[in-house]
């Protein structure tokens, strides 16, 4: 066993060839690990950076290669977008063809790559594979990316600063209209438990304020149709 570079004892076994350690009951530890952004948004037509770090107990050589597929949405058919040994080498075919450029750097510990001219059919899910040997064991991160067009994002947030100036606006008067009723309400009902009786001057006070009550519905209502015009016009 020593001949095969395998030393035991203390309850655990080294393999230093696969560069994989294993401990009685604990997880294998990897000699690569690489991190991505799990969820990637993006707009059609404008650049897109696939962000991919790693970290080797290797120091980087020459020997050191990076990979980055692409699967489609609903499909297990994976392509291959883009080889680095050295030197970059992006796919010269199928749809990311003179679209992916490399914006890493290896001796930082930076795999990333870039789209341009994204459009909706790049939506998929992209993975980013490092080998550094003997570090050639890792983890597999994914990427989904998620590709939109930016004027659809632009019309829902014009949608919804016209239904804030709209409807705030509208809603505080109402709960305005609302609190003056009920004061006036308590109020008449204090009067008449006490037997109060109204001068011929509040009397016409009221025939105003009830003028001036109905003016108040009429524009809440006048409100509630603005904004409901506004969304038909909208759509």
């Not at 000699?31 to 962000?51: F, M, N, P, Q, T």
């Not at 297990?76 to 050295?86: A, D, G, L, P, V």
């Not at 606006?169 to 109020?187: E, N």
Request: charged content about 25%; hydrophobic content about 35%; some cysteine.
């Amino acid at each position: 066993m020593q001949q095969a570079g395998v030393a035991r004892g203390r309850g655990c076994t080294l393999l230093p060839l696969l560069g994989v350690l294993f401990f009685q009951g604990a997880h294998i530890v990897l000699s690569l690990d690489i991190k991505v952004d799990a969820h990637v948004r993006g707009y059609v037509g404008e650049k897109i950076k696939l962000k991919c770090t790693f970290k080797s107990t290797s120091s980087v050589t020459d020997k050191l290669t990076i990979d980055w597929t692409y699967r489609p949405p609903s499909s297990s058919r994976t392509e291959s977008i883009f080889h680095y040994q050295s030197f970059q080498y992006p796919t010269t075919a199928g749809t990311f063809r003179d679209r992916i450029s490399w914006v890493g750097d290896v001796y930082k510990g930076d795999a990333s790559i870039s789209i341009s001219n994204p459009t909706i059919k790049d939506n998929g899910t992209f993975s980013c594979a490092v080998k550094n040997p003997p570090d050639v064991h890792h983890n597999i991160p994914m990427t989904e990316l998620i590709v939109t067009e930016r004027g659809f994002g632009i019309m829902l947030s014009s949608v919804a600063l016209l239904s804030i100036l709209v409807f705030i606006p509208s809603t505080v008067v109402v709960v305005l209209l609302l609190v003056r009723m009920v004061k006036k309400s308590t109020g008449l009902k204090k009067r008449s438990k006490s037997g109060y009786k109204k001068s011929s001057i509040e009397v016409s006070d009221d025939t105003d304020q009830e003028e001036k009550d109905d003016c108040m519905t009429r524009l809440c209502v006048r409100c509630a149709d603005c904004l409901d015009s506004d969304y038909e016009e909208t759509y």
